[in-house]
Structures are given as structure tokens and as C-alpha cells.
């Protein structure tokens, strides 16, 4: 007797012995055992999941003298005969028989009767081959064919059958076959022909089948013919995969950012004449168990891996970040599409590696993170590091000591600059307000807001003052803004400013400004009246601080009821009773206006401002 095939010895012949696909089973049984079987019928799904098998069991059961439950009996005559090979079921190969002439012979057959059974079955095969003119000759037998006759049409690619055939069939969608039912029907398989295997190895065998049983007895039966047994190494060597500990290697040095590394265990895989898209495939496998390992707790259950290479997936998941991984597994699948068009596919598999392993090169927000993350694991280091050594040496440890910001040059008339001791402003203000890890500092040490606001010249100007040196007053900064801009209204300007002055608190108006805009940050959630406050001037007028503008839009928008309500609190809280906002030079645009009101008035007359 010839050899058969493994998928061709143990293909089912009752519906009991189908593997899954339950919900197509239990339709096809409920119709049988009522009598209400249909005339056409649409299997569709993957290759692999058992389309032909049903339809062959669903032909003899209908016909069968004796069903039980559903399935065929295989010991009355009917059986017997179907079983030896009978004319009331034919199969036909769409694929080569997909012209509109085989179409009409059918059509022309069909009116014939059965010759043992009930029904003639005809199961017609890839049917998406047909052609426009073999649906059209097939569209009204199939519609209403003989009493006699039913059709079961099989297709892995439904949507290229016409909506006509569609909607006259009654459609059944096969499902992939999971992973540990296949598992167990190879078994089953190995234990009735006595063949040894590791568990290992079905687990290997049952995932390269991905969800089809053909395809897993296919590459069973080739494993089998490796090797008495069947091992886990036989069937990584059949299936032409990498070497495990190389393909760690090349893993570990990717998420590493050792490029270096990477591109030479890539020269040596490629040299010894493994296949670009075979390593690709590799590459992305072992990413994919990589980031389950690294997210999922029952990981060792679910890939049922040899112990060895689990713990090396392990220890690889545990120092890599998340993010890297699910970068590169991005960069590789994207290549995977791209080798099907390219001429170099080695060139377009080294460029992928050296992208996926030099995240500083590359501006996506996926490779920023992964920089990011890097930097924290370094500094969590650094950090378990520094208390280990506290805790040996019976102390606590000096936290390390922050680099000081160079304060700004900020040269006077003589060329010299101020060599006051570093200013860390910048490290505790953003946007004029104490940031989070600082704000505990930066609320002892209580810096003026010029600080924030004007940068390292104010830090040094705010120095100055409290050290006793003279500083230059608000006048002569007015007047060196007037004489640089080149305006003429230098002495109007100079005759506005005050000098700043301390309040019946005790405390200047840059200081209680400063935390009016510190608690202003804290308590209100408008951001827009914050924008506004911080570019203004503010000066003591006894116990009433004004607040000056340049603006007339900002002077509008603070006199709004629900600003001054804001701010009032605010000032509240920070000891100022009474505050103003002001339009800086409104006073002197008025009486510019009256000037050339009385000019116009009495153009007469010469008139003399003094």
C-alpha cells in the first residue's frame, strides 16, 4: 500500500473526530437529525481548518441510512458505497475547472437522479476561481436546483465570490484551530503510531502550524522523517531556524544600542547562507516572546518553551525596556513588508538593525522614550548605589552635588562683570513658579520674583541690593530704555518712575509681587491672568501698590471683575491690602491731548509749555 500523508490518514470521517469548529458542527448535526438540510452551503475560512473534511462528512451523512448523531454510520450500504467512491458525490477543483463550459455540463448533470442515495452532493472547490461567466452559468441552478441536489461551495477568499452566489448560499465561517487543540491532536497522532517526542517539540511543531492543522501535520511528518524521536532541536533544524544562543546575542545587543554587536552577529548569520526574510522572521519571533515574557505572568505557560531558552528570554525581558522592544519590533515588521520590494533586502536588513539599535539618531517619540527610560534606569542605579553605601557606612549618604548654572554676563560701563556666586534659578523656576522637586528649596530660600522674571541679571541685581551696594535706581533703567530705543520723552519717563520703596510690612514690591505670582500659580487655574501679571511693574505708593502696564489691552482685560476678584485674593494672602493697576504713560498721553486741543483752539495765540 503507498504511503499516505499524515493529514490524508488521519483526516476525520465523523464529525465527532473534527478538530474544533464546534459552531458549524453543531448546525450541520441539528439539520441532519431534523431534516432540514439546505441546498447550498458557503465554507469559508483558512486553509487548513477542515472545510473539505465537513463537507465530505456532511455529503455522506445525508445520505446515510442510519446517522448517528449527526454523522455518518459507515456500515450501511450507502455508506459502504460512497466510501468506495460513488457518483453522487463529485468534488470539483474550481481552480481548473473555473470556465464557463464545465459549468454548463454541470448544470446539465445535475438533473439526473441519485444512483444509491438520497441526494447528489456536489462540492465544488476554490470556488473564488470561477470566472464572471462560470458564476452567471452556476447563478440560477444554484438558486433552484432539484429536489435531489445540494452544493457546497469551499473558499478561503470570500470576498471575491459575487454578492448573487452570496446571498443564495448559507454561509459558514471556519475559525483558526488554537494552539493547544492542535497540540493535543498531535498527540493523539503520535501516541496511536507510536512515536516518541519532547513536549518541547509538539509545542514547536503545533505554533509553526499557526492555527491550521494541514499545515502542522505537513511539518510534523517532516520532523518525524529527521529523526526517530522527535526533539525540539530536530524541529528548530527542519523548520531552518537560527541558533538560539546567537539569535540572544543578536537580541540582546539591539535593545542595548550596541550597534557594533548587532550588525556583526547579522554578517556571520547571513554568511553562513541564512535567508534575509528567514532571519527577519527570527528576529521578529524572538521579539514577540520577548514582550510577552516581559508583560504577561503565565509567560512560561503560554510559550512552553525548554527551560534554558525561557530563562535566557527572561533575563533579556528583565533588563531591556518595554519601549525598545515594541520599537523594534515595529522597525523589523515595517522591513518585512519592504523586503518584498526592494533589490538589496540585505542592505534593507542591516539599515533596519542599525535603526532599531541607535535610538539617539532617530527623532520618532517611540525612540525618545526609550532614551528616556534608559536615563531612569541609570539614575535608579545610581541611586541603589548611593544608598548601599550609606547603609555600609552607618550613615546617610551626601546627595551628589548639582552642578551650578553660570550666572549671566551682565557688564557694566566699565567692562567688568559681576563674579557673584552661582545662581540656581533655572533648576528651581519654570515659567517664574518653584517646580515640583524643588519647591520645598525654593520656598526657604524666597527669591524675588525679579529673579524669575528677568533671568541671572536680575538674580545679580537682587544680590546687589541685599548686600548694601548701590544699586542703579528705576529712573536711570527708564532712562537708558528711552535713550536705546531712541524716543524723546526721556524726562516724562524719568519724572513717573519712583524709587522702590519698602511697604508698612516691611517688605519691597518686587517681594510682594513675587508672592503674589507664586500663590497665584498655586490657588488659580488661569493660566491666561497669569501670563498677564507676570510682565507687570510693580512699586509701593504707601501702603497701595500699583501695578504698572504698557499694554491697554492687558490694563482692559485686569480690570474685569473676575481678574481683580483673583488677584485681590491672591494679594490678600500675601499681606497687601490694596493694590492698582495702572497704564503706564496714560497721564502724559492726556495731556498731550489737551496741548493740542488748546493749539487748535487758539491757533492765534503762540503757546509755551514750561
Not at 115 to 124: D, F, L, M, Q
Not at 254 to 261: E, F, G, H, Q
Not at 388 to 407: I, K, M, S, Y
Not at 597 to 603: A, E, H, M, W
Amino acid at each position: 500500500m503507498a504511503h499516505l500523508s499524515l493529514y490524508r490518514a488521519f483526516r476525520p470521517d465523523t464529525f465527532d473526530k473534527m478538530v474544533r469548529q464546534e459552531h458549524v458542527v453543531r448546525i450541520l448535526k441539528n439539520q441532519i437529525t431534523g431534516d432540514a438540510v439546505g441546498h447550498a452551503y458557503l465554507f469559508c475560512g483558512p486553509r487548513g481548518t477542515g472545510k473539505t473534511s465537513v463537507a465530505r462528512i456532511f455529503a455522506r451523512a445525508v445520505n446515510c441510512e442510519r446517522p448517528v448523531d449527526g454523522s455518518p454510520c459507515g456500515e450501511c450500504a450507502t455508506c459502504r458505497a460512497l466510501a468506495d467512491g460513488s457518483l453522487d458525490v463529485s468534488e470539483i477543483d474550481a481552480a481548473s475547472n473555473n470556465g464557463v463550459n464545465e459549468m454548463r455540463d454541470l448544470r446539465e448533470k445535475v438533473q439526473y437522479p441519485p444512483v444509491s442515495g438520497k441526494y447528489k452532493v456536489y462540492i465544488i472547490d476554490e470556488v473564488h476561481m470561477l470566472t464572471d461567466s462560470a458564476f452567471n452559468a452556476l447563478l440560477k441552478t444554484l438558486e433552484e436546483p432539484p429536489r435531489h441536489a445540494i452544493f457546497i461551495l469551499a473558499t478561503t477568499e470570500p470576498q471575491k465570490i459575487p454578492a448573487t452566489i452570496l446571498s443564495r448560499c448559507m454561509r459558514l465561517d471556519f475559525k483558526l484551530i488554537p494552539e493547544e487543540d492542535l497540540r493535543a491532536h498531535l498527540k493523539r497522532i503520535l501516541d496511536g503510531i507510536g512515536k516518541p517526542y519532547e513536549e518541547e517539540a509538539v509545542a514547536a511543531i503545533a505554533r509553526a502550524g499557526a492555527g491550521s492543522d494541514r499545515d502542522m501535520l505537513s511539518i510534523a511528518e517532516m520532523c518525524l522523517a529527521y529523526s526517530d524521536k522527535l526533539t525540539y532541536e530536530g524541529v528548530t533544524a527542519v523548520l531552518g531556524a537560527a541558533d538560539f544562543g546567537d539569535m540572544c546575542d543578536l537580541v540582546r545587543s539591539v535593545l542595548n544600542a550596541d550597534t557594533a554587536r548587532a550588525l556583526e552577529l547579522t554578517e556571520k548569520r547571513l554568511s553562513e547562507g541564512k535567508s534575509v526574510g528567514v532571519l527577519l522572521r527570527d528576529l521578529l519571533q524572538f521579539l514577540n516572546r520577548t514582550a510577552i515574557v516581559a508583560t504577561c505572568k503565565t509567560a512560561e505557560k503560554l510559550l512552553n518553551l525548554p527551560k534554558r531558552e525561557y530563562a535566557a528570554i527572561a533575563e533579556i525581558a528583565a533588563s531591556a525596556d518595554g519601549r525598545a522592544i515594541l520599537r523594534a519590533t515595529e522597525i523589523f515588521a515595517a522591513t518585512e513588508s519592504t523586503l518584498r520590494f526592494v533589490s538589496s533586502p540585505r542592505i534593507c536588513l542591516e539599515t533596519a538593525i542599525v535603526k532599531a539599535a541607535t535610538p539617539a539618531a532617530d527623532y520618532n517619540i517611540d525612540a525618545l522614550l526609550s532614551r528616556v527610560s534608559a536615563l531612569e534606569r541609570r539614575l535608579s542605579a545610581l541611586s541603589s548605589e548611593g544608598k548601599r553605601v550609606a547603609t555600609e557606612d552607618g550613615g546617610r549618604a551626601e546627595p551628589a552635588a548639582r552642578t551650578p548654572l553660570p550666572p549671566e554676563r551682565t557688564g557694566d560701563e566699565s567692562g567688568e562683570f559681576p563674579t557673584e556666586e552661582p545662581v540656581f534659578e533655572e533648576a528651581y523656576f519654570s515659567d517664574g513658579v518653584p517646580s515640583e522637586p524643588f519647591r520645598a528649596d525654593a520656598e526657604k530660600s524666597a527669591p524675588e520674583p525679579s529673579v524669575a522674571r528677568r533671568g541671572f541679571a536680575g538674580a545679580a541685581q537682587s544680590r546687589r541690593e541685599s548686600a548694601g551696594a548701590s544699586a542703579p535706581s528705576s529712573a536711570e533703567k527708564s532712562a537708558s530704555r528711552a535713550s536705546s530705543d531712541g524716543k524723546n520723552a526721556v524726562a516724562a519717563t524719568v519724572s513717573e518712575e519712583r524709587t522702590v520703596a519698602p511697604s508698612a510690612a516691611g517688605q519691597t514690591a518686587e517681594e510682594a509681587f513675587g508672592k503674589f505670582m507664586r500663590t497665584l500659580r498655586k490657588t488659580s487655574r488661569n493660566g491666561v491672568l497669569f501670563t498677564m501679571c507676570s510682565d507687570l511693574e510693580a512699586r509701593f505708593e504707601g501702603d497701595l501698590l500699583a501695578l504698572y502696564t504698557e499694554s491697554e489691552t492687558v490694563y482692559r482685560s485686569l480690570g474685569r471683575e473676575d481678574h481683580r476678584a483673583a488677584m485681590r485674593e491672591a494679594f490678600s494672602s500675601v499681606g497687601v491690602s490694596s493694590f492698582e493697576v495702572r497704564l503706564k504713560g496714560a497721564k502724559k498721553e492726556d495731556g498731550k491731548k489737551g496741548l493740542d486741543q488748546l493749539r487748535r483752539d487758539f491757533s492765534a495765540y503762540e503757546i509755551e509749555v514750561r
